[in-house]
Structures are given as C-alpha cells and as structure tokens.
C-alpha cells in the first residue's frame, strides 16, 4: 500500500480515527488491486482499535470507503429524534448497527448520488440533516464540513476541532508516526 492512500485516509479521517467522529467518508484512487490490498491492511490493523473499514463503492479506479465506530454510530442514533428520523428512512435504530450500515452501503452502491441520510452515519447533527433535505441543500447558513442549518456558531467549533486533528495527525504521520499508533482504542 502506499504511503499517499494513507496519507489521504489520515487527512479525511483523522477525526473518526481520533474518536472525536463516529464515522467518515473517503474517496480513493489508484489500481484497483492496490486500493484492495490497503482496504485489507486497514481493516486489520484498525478492526482491533474499533474502527471498521467498509467499501461503500467502486468507480473505476477509485474506491468510496466508509470508516466508522460503532459504539459511537449507537450514542448518534440515541440522540432525541434520531431513531424516528432513521425509522421514517428505513432503518431499524435497534437493530445492529451493522446491520443499518449494510442497508447505507447497499444504498451508496445502487444510486448516483447519496442518500440523504447518510448525514446521520457521518455523525451530523440531526437538525443539520433534515435542513438539508428539507431545502434541498440550499438556504444553509453556513457551509464547512457539511451544511448548517442549526447552530453556526457550535458547527464552526466542531470544523475547527476536525480540521485541527487532521493537521496534528499528519504532521504526526510524517514524522514517522504509524496509522495504527495514530488510531485511538475505543
């Protein structure tokens, strides 16, 4: 695997990596066999931290992979509202978390675009989430990580903690700094 897919992993990962996140998306590019082997590698070195690794999707020579905490996904869901809104998109909130991550993933393969939902497994607040769907993705009022349309000023805090991690996480990888070192237990 190369030194570039898992610096790319690091740099879009490194909150869920940290335990700050339940959960993040990464977009990967190279030979397939390649991207393969690294999917391999990090589900075995990161499955004993408590980070899964999952393909969410292939186009071509790039791979969609979905990398989450499922003790932290279970506290998401637990928050006011969210089983209903997960209930009215088709998921079951009390079933294994696994098991709804199978239906997103199934989801993420079959369409073109996401699933709106998907806010929800990506650790977003909920009233974040049904802004966006009920808008259509328009009339945010503030855009970083993901579109707010709740509280600016708490979104603004939780990108600069993300993007503050990712930074730390990097520089700590180029100095010589191993993925599994860097991945927290938990």
Not at 83 to 104: C, I, K, M
Not at 105 to 126: D, K, V
């Amino acid at each position: 695997m190369s030194r570039e897919m898992e610096r790319v992993l690091l740099t879009h990962c490194a909150p869920t990596l940290a335990g700050l996140k339940c959960a993040n998306l990464v977009r990967l590019t190279g030979p397939r066999a390649e991207l393969e082997a690294a999917t391999q590698a990090w589900r075995a070195t990161l499955a004993p931290r408590g980070v899964h690794v999952r393909t969410a999707r292939w186009d071509g020579d790039s791979a969609l992979l979905y990398l989450y905490r499922e003790g932290h996904l279970r506290r998401e869901w637990e928050k006011p509202g969210a089983a209903d809104f997960l209930r009215r998109h088709g998921y079951e909130p009390g079933a294994a978390v696994q098991e709804n991550v199978e239906l997103l993933l199934r989801r993420i393969a079959r369409r073109p675009c996401f699933p709106h939902e998907i806010g929800l497994f990506l650790g977003y607040p909920l009233e974040d989430v049904q802004g966006f769907i009920e808008n259509c993705g328009k009339n945010y009022r503030l855009c970083g990580c993901w579109k707010v349309y709740g509280d600016p000023q708490a979104a603004l805090r939780c990108f600069a903690r993300y993007e503050k991690c990712a930074r730390v996480y990097l520089q700590c990888y180029q100095n010589g700094h191993s993925l599994s070192r860097l991945t927290v237990a938990g």
